[in-house]
């Protein structure tokens, strides 16, 4: 069974030798309040490590674009809780059933801007053919779709951070430990424990490790040059 928000700044009190215990995580001051926000901002902290790159924060959609917009939210796409395309995942298909669909290429937000914000490029109408990621985090889609395609897409999500007693991570039970050894680390550094930190550290890249050996994509290695 999952670890609770709860649960885990118990674990921290229990692995840190903290005296006294903690029943909520709500309306806490001093020692308590250091705790709570420690494992909160360390499962902020491991969410934010590696992007596209965990496993329970991908997803994939399909969205209907719209007729001759190149420039989209993710509002636009009622993805309230985007974070970032991966453009490198996108196909696009004017059948609902995807029965059409071909490739669309990911290209760098400059390469893009050079070449399909330029000029008469501008206003071209067709099948779209790329898409990139500008500087305010807007999917750019080019040419301008010349009719309602949809996206066929994997983006990264952020899970809402820990709040309440009951909360739980989107991490894998068996790796979870990880957000109770990076708070134990931050509160070895607060009260400059040594032994606390080193032992946290140790248990910390551990689990890590395992963590992305199982929740990150295989790495594949191109054939040799010559």
């Known amino acids: 069974m999952k670890q609770t928000f709860l649960q885990l700044c118990q674990s921290v009190y229990r692995e840190g030798g903290i005296s006294g215990q903690i029943t909520s995580t709500q309306n806490q001051n001093g020692e308590a309040?250091?705790?709570?926000?420690?494992?909160?901002?360390?499962y902020q902290e491991i969410l934010n490590d590696q992007g596209l790159v965990w496993k329970p924060i991908r997803k994939t959609v399909e969205v209907q674009l719209t007729d001759r917009v190149g420039?989209?939210?993710?509002?636009?796409?009622?993805?309230?809780?985007?974070?970032?395309?991966?453009t490198r995942s996108m196909r696009v298909a004017l059948n609902a059933d995807l029965s059409d669909e071909t490739f669309?290429?990911?290209?760098?937000?400059?390469?893009?801007?050079?070449y399909w914000l330029f000029s008469t490029r501008r206003s071209v109408v067709s099948r779209p053919l790329n898409v990139a990621v500008d500087d305010d985090t807007n999917l750019r889609i080019a040419p301008l779709p010349d009719g309602p395609y949809w996206l066929?897409?994997?983006?990264?999500?952020?899970?809402?951070?820990?709040?309440?007693?009951?909360?739980?991570?989107?991490?894998?039970e068996r790796f979870e430990n990880v957000i109770l050894w990076r708070a134990l680390r931050h509160y070895g550094m607060y009260e400059a424990a040594p032994e606390v930190v080193a032992r946290a550290e140790m248990a910390y890249k551990e689990t890590l490790q395992q963590l992305y050996q199982d929740q990150t994509p295989e790495v594949l290695i191109g054939a040799p040059l010559c």
């Open 33 to 42: 309040l250091r705790v709570v926000n420690w494992v909160r901002n360390s």
């Open 71 to 86: 420039v989209y939210t993710f509002a636009d796409f009622n993805l309230p809780q985007g974070v970032q395309y991966d």
């Open 104 to 114: 669309v290429n990911h290209m760098d937000f400059k390469e893009f801007r050079d």
């Open 152 to 172: 066929n897409m994997q983006y990264q999500h952020m899970p809402q951070t820990f709040q309440n007693d009951k909360d739980v991570s989107v991490l894998p």
